[in-house]
Structure formats: structure tokens, C-alpha cells
């Protein structure tokens, strides 16, 4: 009996001892077991972030990279005098030229404007037309003015003002009209009034405006190249955006054919400012000849309105052009403006 007893007691502590032994195998397991899990978990997290940040390095770079070729590269000014200019240019008046043969010799120009692609023009010039029934001029003086302009390197627009009805004529009131719709565009640097019927012959003749009023037609075929008459300031001038301002645009009151241009020269010389002209030799236009219009027939009471404008220059001009706004039509290669302008006041 005491022999088993003792047997029994051997045995059941071996059981306690075998148990221990088996907890504490099994925690140095897990312990081991633990211990490989845990050691990759942290550079395997530091290399994810170093990869992520490359990554991200990579990204702003090609951004970066993307945005240069899609930025375009600022572009520098215009030479003073462009390259492009040819000089004297033999002029052509085919009978068998169309509106559409013009708008594909000049597919840059967008709704009567352009700029250079190249360089950044050193003004903006708006060319005003005062036109009623001159259509075959308009093409005639289109195809030579747009590469012309383009051959001096501007930024321009070409606004035709048509005025509408069959009342008499009235240039300057039309002139005025252009300068004001213009500016609705754009703020221009520079005007130049244009007859439609005159064409300049030498791109030498810069079409942009000086510190003082321009007169660019010193001569033309119609009068042998030569100034028509001491003062002359009429056909082809440019003022700009402030000149014209000053001298409060043109007057409103000539109907009919004559005395404006003297008027605005009167104008110009009341404010202390002095017309400037380019040599003769450039400033050279081709007159296309016509029957004058109907409507348009001389006025004969010029003289006297010459005779006034020191005292009405003040409240006869920009400030007081009434007219009312028809259409715009932004043509492929000008912009044309039709108004009604009212009726002559007696």
C-alpha cells in the first residue's frame, strides 16, 4: 500500500511538471513565433513610405513637366521696325477679285482682327471706315490693308460704320461712332480714320499713332503725289486714343462732302498740338476713282461751320454724338457696324 501510494504521488507531480513544461514551451513559442512576425513589419513600412514619397516626387515632376510644354513662352516685342515690310508694292484692282478670295489670302485674321503670332505688337490699332454703297472699294482696299498691316507687325481691327437710310452723308458723325463702338472691344491705343477709297502704296507708312496727330496722306495719283493744299488733313489720319479724347473727336454738324477734316486740324491746333506727316516718298496712296455719291453731295455751309468751331468744339463732338445702333456683324475680316445716325438739323 505504501509502495502505490508513493507511485501515485511520483506521478501525479510528474503530470504538474509535464504541464509546466508544456505552458512554457508554448509561450517560447509564441514568443519566437512573435518575435519573426514582428521584425519585418517595420522596414517593410519604411520602405512603403519611401516608395510613396518617390512616387509622389515622380507626379509633381511630370506636372511640372507638363505644365512648361503647355505654358506658352512669353513672347517678346515686336522690333521697331518689322522685317516683314516690302517697301513700295505694285497695287491691283482685278475686276474679277471676290470677298471670298481675300478671306483665304488672310485665314489669320479672326473677325476683322489680328495679332502677330510671333511677337507682341507695339500698339493696338483700330482702322474706322466711314462706308454707304462703296462695296467694290471696301473689297479693293480690304485685300491690300489686311497684309499690309500684317507686314508691320500690329495688333489690329478693321470696323467698317455703315450708316444707314438714304440721308445725306455724314463722314465724321460716322467716325465718331466707330471710335466709341471700338472701344466697347477693346481698349485701342491708336485710330486711324480711313476713306474707303484711298490705298496705301508703301508699308513704310506705319500705321500706328505718334506723340502728336498724324496726317498719312501727303500725296496721291489723283493729285500728282502732292499735299492737295497747305493743312490738308483729311483721307487717311491717326490720333490716339487720348488725342482724339482731347480735341473732343469730330464734328457732328457736316453733311454732305467737305470741311470735317479742316475742323478736326482746327481742333487739333486749339489744343497746342502739331500734325506730323511721314516723308513723301512713303506716304503715297492710290485714289480708286468713282462718280461722287448720291447723298453726298458738297456741303456749302462748311465755311461757315470752319468759321465757328473755336466756340463749338466744346459741345459739338464725342459728347454729343446721338445714334442708334442697327447691327454689329463680326465679318471674317472686319467688323461691321450699321447705325442710323438721325436726320440733318436745319
Known sequence: MGYCSSIRKISRKSKYVILLILVLSLLAWIAIFSRDMVKPIYPTTQQTHVKEESQRKEVDLQIEAANEINTPPQ???CPQVSPLLLGAVKLSFESSLKLKDVEKD???VNEGEYKPSDCTARQSVAILIPHRNRERHLLYLLHHLHPFLQRQQLHYAIYVIQQAGD????RAK???IGYLEALKDYNWDCFIFHDVDLVPENDHNLYVCDTQPKHLVVGRNATGYRLRYKGYFGGVTALSRDQFFKVNGFSNAYWGWGGEDDDLRIRVELQKMKIVRPPKNVARYTMVFHKRDSGN???????????RTPQSWRKDGLNSCSYKTLSVERMPLYVNVTVDIGKRLS
Open 167 to 170: 440721308v445725306t452723308f455724314n
Open 297 to 307: 453731295e458738297v456741303n456749302r455751309d462748311r465755311m461757315r461751320l470752319l468759321g
Open 75 to 77: 513672347k517678346t516685342k
Open 106 to 108: 488672310n485665314e489669320e
Open 174 to 176: 460716322l467716325l465718331n
